[in-house]
């Protein structure tokens, strides 16, 4: 049984930082794609940044140079730094674990005011 628990979610000033982690259980982590996506109100799910077994990253446009995705698999653990906090960023952060099938967590809340 995989679960994948986030924290580290909150309110934040525009121009700060959080970093989110999520913690998965299970023992498929180290050879599972992993990834953050977020969910604005009134808004689809879009993703955010993704990390791959063999540590290559991808983000979306509105992210980079801002924010970045790491992994632990010691720790099966999967990290997002978001530096430069915008209000736009303000959503409902999910992380991802992708092996065969799609894994999800509960979802963490952040918010950026202006």
């Known amino acids: 049984q995989v679960q994948l628990v986030e924290s580290g979610g909150g309110l934040v000033q525009a121009g700060g930082s959080l970093r989110l982690s999520c913690a998965a259980s299970g023992s498929i982590f180290s050879i599972s794609t992993l990834g953050w996506y977020r969910q604005a109100p009134g808004k689809e799910r879009e993703m955010v940044a993704s990390?791959?077994?063999?540590?290559?990253?991808n983000y979306a446009d509105s992210v980079k140079g801002r924010f970045a995705i790491s992994r632990d698999n010691a720790k099966n653990t999967v990290y997002l730094q978001m530096n430069s906090l915008k209000p736009e960023d303000t959503a409902v952060y999910y992380c991802?674990?992708?092996?065969?099938?799609?894994?999800w967590g509960q979802g963490t809340q952040v918010t950026v005011s202006s």
């Open positions: 990390i791959t077994t063999g540590m290559s990253t």
């Open positions: 991802k674990m992708l092996l065969f099938r799609e894994y």
